[in-house]
C-alpha cells in the first residue's frame, strides 16, 4: 500500500531491463492508485506493446479509456478483459457503463444485472442499472434499484436526486419531496455536478410541493432555485404562477418579466400582461386610486399587445387585450 516506494522499485526494475512487461504493468498500477491517469495509461500500453497477452492491464486501461471519454477504445480493451474472465464484477460494471453510453440499454442491464450478481454491494451498479431500466420504461424496476443504492449508500446525492425525478414522474410527489430534500442534505457542492445538482434539488423540490398545493413551501423553495438558477424561463414562470395563487402580483410581475427576457414569445408576454391585469383587479378591489390601478392596465396593454404580436391567433391573449382595452 505503499505506491511511492513500489514506483521505486518497479523503476529500478525498468533500468535493469527496459523490456520488463511485468514492471510497465505494475508501475501504471502505482501510477493509477496515485491519481496519474495519463502515467499509468502509458505504461499500461507499453506493456502490452511488449506482452499483448497481458491481460491484467486490459481492464484498468479500458476503465482509464472510459473516463476520458474514448468509449471505443474503452469498449476494446473491457471485451478484451471480458474474454479472459467473465466473472470480474468492476469489469462488467464498467462494460455497463459503456453499454449505456451507446444507448445499448439491453446491453447495459445484462452487463449490470451481472456485476450485481458477482457484487451486490456496488452502490452504483444499482443506480446506473436504475437509470437504463427507467429508460427501458421499465420504471417501477428502475425504481427499485435507485433505491437500493440509497440503501447501500444514504448519502448518494444523485441517485436520491434522480430517485426524486423517478417518484414525481409516477405523480408520487410526497415521495418525490422526500428524496429532493435528502439530495439537498447531503450535498457538499464540491463540484460543478453537485452543485447544477443542488440548485435543480430545490427547483424540483418547488414544483413537487406545487403539485400537493403545499403554495407556501412551493414559493419558499422557487425563491431559493431562481436566485441559483437564473437562466430558466419555465422556472421563472412557475415561481410567478404560484406568486400569484397567494396574490402577491408584483414579485409575480418581476418573475414574469424575467421568463420574458429568457424567453420572449407569445406565452411569455401573456402571463406578464395577465399580471399586470390581476394586480389592477386587486387594487380594485380594495378601493385604491384609480391612478394607481390605471397605471397597471396601462403596463398590460403592451405586453398583451406583444403577445398577439407574436401569435395572432392567441385566443388568452386576445381576450385578455380586449378586456384591458375595455377597461381603460
Not at 403577445?307 to 387585450?321: G, K, M, R, T, Y
Amino acid at each position: 500500500d505503499d505506491s511511492a516506494k513500489a514506483l521505486r522499485y518497479y523503476e529500478e526494475a525498468l533500468r535493469l531491463d527496459d523490456r520488463n512487461s511485468s514492471a510497465y504493468a505494475g508501475r501504471g498500477q502505482a501510477f493509477d492508485e496515485s491519481g496519474q491517469e495519463d502515467k499509468a495509461k502509458a505504461d499500461y500500453l507499453k506493456a502490452l506493446s511488449i506482452d499483448p497477452d497481458l491481460n491484467q492491464v486490459k481492464a484498468p486501461l479500458g476503465i482509464i479509456y472510459y473516463q476520458d471519454g474514448e468509449i471505443a477504445e474503452a469498449e476494446k480493451y473491457m471485451e478484451a478483459a471480458l474474454a479472459v474472465s467473465a466473472d470480474n464484477a468492476e469489469t462488467q460494471y464498467f462494460l455497463g457503463l459503456i453499454r449505456y453510453k451507446q444507448g445499448r440499454d439491453n446491453e447495459a442491464e445484462a452487463a449490470l444485472r451481472r456485476s450485481i450478481e458477482i457484487d451486490g454491494d456496488n452502490d452504483d451498479a444499482h443506480y446506473f442499472l436504475g437509470m437504463v431500466l427507467i429508460r427501458l420504461g421499465k420504471e417501477k424496476e428502475g425504481t427499485e434499484a435507485l433505491e437500493r443504492a440509497t440503501q447501500i449508500d444514504p448519502k448518494y446525492v444523485q441517485a436520491w436526486f434522480d430517485l426524486g425525478v423517478a417518484y414525481y414522474n409516477q405523480e408520487s410527489f410526497l415521495r418525490s419531496i422526500v428524496a429532493f430534500k435528502k439530495a439537498i442534505q447531503f450535498n457538499s457542492n464540491k463540484t460543478d455536478e453537485l452543485k447544477t445538482v443542488y440548485m435543480e434539488s430545490y427547483a424540483n423540490l418547488a414544483e413537487a410541493y406545487r403539485q400537493v398545493d403545499d403554495i407556501d413551501q412551493a414559493i419558499a423553495n422557487y425563491r431559493i432555485a431562481v436566485s441559483r438558477i437564473t437562466n430558466d424561463a419555465e422556472l421563472q414562470t412557475n415561481y410567478g404562477f404560484v406568486l400569484g395563487r397567494k396574490e402577491r402580483w408584483k414579485p409575480a410581475i418581476e418573475s414574469f418579466k424575467k421568463a420574458a427576457i429568457i424567453q420572449p414569445d407569445a406565452i411569455s408576454y401573456a402571463n406578464l400582461g395577465w399580471a399586470y391585469y390581476n394586480l389592477a383587479m386587486y387594487d380594485k378591489g380594495f378601493n385604491h386610486p384609480r391612478s394607481r390601478i390605471e397605471e397597471s392596465l396601462r403596463m398590460a396593454k403592451p405586453a398583451l399587445a406583444k403577445s398577439v404580436e407574436f401569435d395572432p391567433d392567441f385566443i388568452a391573449a386576445q381576450l385578455n387585450l380586449g378586456v384591458v382595452l375595455n377597461d381603460l
